[in-house]
Each structure stands twice: as C-alpha cells, then as structure tokens.
C-alpha cells in the first residue's frame, strides 16, 4: 500500500525532472517531495527514478509506472469534479418537520424561495405538532421550539429566541381593553387547545385559576392563532409567529424562565448529505434574516 500524496509527488518529479520544481507545483517543501518519492519506492519496492546531478530521471520501471500512475490521477480529479458537481448540484427529496403553525406562516415563502433557487429538490413537509424521532429516520430537518431539543445524534442551531406568551387582536383591545398582569387575565375570555402545547398551556391556566376562563379549544397551533385573530378572546403564540402578525398585540411579557428557542435540527448522520445540507442552510440564513428584521 502506498499513501497518495506520495503518488503525486512521483508525478510532479517525473514531470518536472527535479524535486525543487515538483515541490513549486505541489506547494510543499523540495525535502517532503524527496522524502515521499523515498516512501513511494519502499513501499512498492521498486526504483523509480534516477538520482542525477541535473536532477531526477525515471529508470525504465519508473517509464513503465507512469501509465498507471497518471489513470490514477486522472481517476482521482474525475471522482472531485463529480463530487462537487453532486454537491452544487444536490438534487432528491428532504423531509422537513416543523409544527403546522410555523408550516403556514413563515416557511411558505421560504421554501418558494428554495424552490426556485434549487429546482432539483423536493420538499416533503410533516406539519405534525409532535417531535418527530430523526435518529430513526422520521425526518431529515426539524424546525423545533423548545429550551433545549431533545434526542439522540442531534446537531444543529438555535435560530432565535421563541418564547410563547399571550397575545390578544387589535380588535379585541380597541372593545375590551389589554390585560397588562396577571391579576387582570380574569375579567378575560382565553382560547384554549392548540395541541402538542396545550399540556403546558393548560398547566399555566390552572396555576393562576384560569382554566374555567377558556370559552374555546382547538387542536392545533394554527387554530389558536385563527382564534385569536378573529377578536374572540387572548391564547398564547410563539413570538417568532406572533410577533410579525400585525393584527395582534403581545398582552404580556413572558418570564424569562419560560423562554424557548427556535431550532432548526439535523442528526448527526446527515449533517453532510448533500441535499440536507442545502436546506438546511438555506433555511438557516433565511429565518436568522427574519430574526434580525424583528
């Protein structure tokens, strides 16, 4: 066996006829240049060049060598020129998972935008409210809000600061009024459900005696911001939605013990798939962009 950086350095000297302009080409010192002919021959047994005054001259076995030496070479820059054509060129399906509320409002021009960037891929979007398992191949890219992911082989970014807190419509304010404590929250009517956040949402309700406040319930994300819109009475939103709705009004601040984050997540196995790779920094940058718009 033989290391390839010594097969080029072969190359380079034979083509050259001296270490000092092989190592010019190859951009290393003329003593690593000797030094890797000297493995090079060790390591095959063979004595492939001539050690002249005038510099280096292939012996006949060093003439006969160069054949498969160049097929070698000519190989090697084949397989680079194909790999980085498959890498600008990446092309195949992505599953990406992100809650349906976060499915509706930022990603469509985002994924439009990637569309018409990189028409050879193609987007499968899982708008499930539940944390879909990418160790298991459930999805390449997840979007997630949360204080910290959960999951095995996880890499990735957190994008923005995404707290849930409560917001009200314009409308509703102007009729009856922004609750700005906690102590005000009862003379309020609150929407209640939104799904995979409604465990912790309700748990917020009971521990300031506001669950019999809850005049309506839906089973997604999406439905509380519908509800919320229409004027019908206060919910919690991720701010990173809410926040960008002109509509709404944020009622009050969130505690900074409550603070989640916006995620954006591969496994580790895919990291440097090609295809997976492009989304993922395309809609790194294109949601850090929302960001500082805020």
Known sequence: MYDWNDLKAFLAVAETGSTLSAAQTLRVSQTTVARRVAA????????????RQAGYALTPVGEAMMASAVAVRDAADRFGEAAGARSRDAGGTVSLTAMEIFAVTILPPILRDLRAAHPGIHIHLDTA??????????????IRSSKQPAGAGLV??????????????????????????????????????????????QAWLRQYGLETSVVMQYDSG??????????????????????????LIRCIPPKSEDTTGLWLLTHERLRHVPRVRLVLDFIAAELTKLAREK
């Open 156 to 201: 990735g970014r957190r994008i923005a600061d995404n707290p849930w807190t409560l917001y009200c419509s314009r409308d509703y304010a102007d009729r009856h009024g922004i609750p700005h404590s906690r102590a005000e929250l009862a003379a309020h009517p609150f929407i209640g459900g939104g799904g995979g956040v409604w465990e912790p949402y």
């Open 40 to 51: 090079l021959e060790q390591a095959t047994g063979l004595n492939l060049f001539e050690r």
């Open 129 to 142: 409210d539940e944390p879909r398992d990418l160790a298991a191949g459930a999805a390449d890219i997840a």
């Open 222 to 247: 999406t439905g509380l911001l519908a509800g919320v819109r229409s004027g019908m009475g206060l919910t919690i939103l991720p701010a990173f939605i809410a926040d960008r709705e002109p509509d």
